[in-house]
Each structure stands twice: as structure tokens, then as C-alpha cells.
């Protein structure tokens, strides 16, 4: 089993930045990798970003040159760097660890940019 702690979210003015965490304790020798999704209200859940235990990093085109993915400097722990915030940006933002198994999740942050 692995738990997933996230922190960082808020409202924030269109333009502005916040930086998510997110904590992984529990069997965290079996994650793959780990990452960002988040989810609007009657939308799908969608991938935000990623990065393996070797930080290889994946994004939406929606995000690349304004997100960053990185991990710290405490194992397991990974954060999500938001620049130039968009209203289109809101939304519960979601960890999420991979494992041979299946997935994980955190239980989300709500993140809120106005206009």
C-alpha cells in the first residue's frame, strides 16, 4: 500500500503561481513513477504531468512551459510548480503513484484560478 499526501492548493488570481506537494509513505520502494492529474467539474480526469524514479518528465500540451514536475530532495516526495495560471486551470488536482500493481491516489487539492 502506498498513501499520498498533497498540499499547496488555493485560490489564486489568473497569472499568479502555486506549487503543489505531494508525500508518498507506505511501500514507496515499489513506485514506478509519479504524477499530477486533475479533474473540472463534469469533466474527465486528465494527466497533467509525470516523472519515473529515473525523472523522465511527461506533460499535457495544455501545461508544458508553465508547469514543472520535480522530485525533492526527500525521497518520494514530488512537486508541481503552476506558472502563469489560467481560469481553464481549475480544477481538484490529484497525486498519483504507479506501481507494477496498479495506481494510487492522494485524496486531492482544489485549485482555483479567477479571471
Known amino acids: 500500500q502506498v498513501q499520498l499526501l498533497e498540499s499547496g492548493g488555493g485560490l489564486v488570481q489568473a497569472g499568479g503561481s502555486l506549487r503543489l506537494s505531494c508525500a508518498a509513505s507506505g511501500s514507496t520502494f515499489s513506485i514506478n513513477a509519479m504524477g499530477w492529474y486533475r479533474q473540472a467539474p463534469e469533466k474527465q480526469r486528465e494527466l497533467v504531468a509525470t516523472i519515473t524514479a529515473d525523472s523522465v518528465t511527461n506533460y499535457a500540451d495544455s501545461v508544458k512551459g508553465r508547469f514543472t514536475i520535480s522530485r525533492g530532495n526527500v525521497k518520494n516526495t514530488v512537486y508541481l510548480q503552476m506558472n502563469s495560471l489560467k481560469p481553464e486551470d481549475t480544477a481538484v488536482y490529484y497525486c498519483?503513484?504507479?506501481?507494477?500493481?496498479?495506481?494510487?491516489w492522494g485524496q486531492g487539492t482544489q485549485v482555483t484560478v479567477s479571471s
Open positions: 498519483n503513484a504507479k506501481i507494477i500493481l496498479g495506481d494510487f
